[in-house]
């Protein structure tokens, strides 16, 4: 089982649409939850931590269910600049302090 | 955030030829750094991990005989691919993260095409 699984995509959405993303992970242990975003030929970029209250940065929304360890981000009124790779990414230390991808979400935002 | 460069951000070398790849954080100390290699449409693989001033971790499968990670300072370290081949094209990105923070800040990536 992988570390970290996401949705496969790709996710198509008219302008102004709310999305959603969702990632599981499998170590119960792990203990720092991002979602990073990732542009086409372009190095990885922190969208926003998420943590276990759950939190908003404008238009994004991230959340981290530890029980069913299980992070999600949500998208409100999206914009065409939001096209991109969503990546979740995991940290553990019990494992060698390494950080874990999912294989990213594409997101397309269509006029 | 902290930044982190990368040089070259693209090489264009022969099969054969060795190609080196700094990773410099620039305004933070690195005690880890992370290399990571991205084939088209598919997600980073960690490569090695490697902290400062000891050997590099490398993940099952990446041979450290051709892959060589040296991170003899706390900003800086290389990545070296020796004898590269075709299928050595990828994009190599490196990460850093400082002693007891979470967050990894990424470099802008070095693409390699070996013809």
């Known amino acids: 089982r992988k570390e970290v699984e996401q949705d496969p995509g790709p996710f198509n959405v008219p302008e102004g649409a709310t999305v959603a993303f969702n990632c599981t992970y499998s170590?119960?242990?792990?203990?720092?939850f991002f979602w990073y975003r990732q542009d086409c030929r372009k190095e990885p970029k922190l969208l926003m931590s998420v943590y276990s209250s759950g939190n908003e940065d404008g238009r994004f929304t991230a959340q981290l269910n530890r029980a069913s360890q299980y992070i999600s981000l949500l998208i409100r009124d999206s914009k065409l600049s939001d096209s991109a790779t969503y990546l979740c990414?995991?940290?553990?230390?019990?494992?060698?302090?390494?950080?874990?991808f999912g294989t990213g979400t594409s997101l397309t935002v269509i006029p | 955030g902290a930044v982190v460069s990368q040089h070259p951000s693209w090489v264009i070398c022969k099969s054969g030829t060795s190609v080196k790849i700094e990773c410099r954080s620039l305004?933070?100390?690195?005690?880890?750094m992370f290399w990571y290699r991205q084939f088209p449409k598919q997600s980073l693989m960690l490569m090695a991990t490697s902290n400062e001033g000891s050997k590099a971790t490398y993940e099952q499968g990446v041979e450290k005989d051709k892959f060589l990670i040296n991170h003899a300072s706390l900003t800086l370290s290389t990545l070296t691919v020796t004898s590269a081949h075709p299928e050595d094209s990828s994009f190599y990105i490196c990460s850093a993260r400082d002693l007891g923070e979470d967050e990894q800040f990424f470099g802008p990536g070095t693409r390699l095409t070996v013809l």
């Open positions: 990414v995991v940290f553990s230390s019990n494992t060698g302090n390494q950080f874990y």
């Open positions: 305004d933070f100390q690195a005690t880890t």
């Open positions: 170590n119960s242990a792990s203990q720092s």
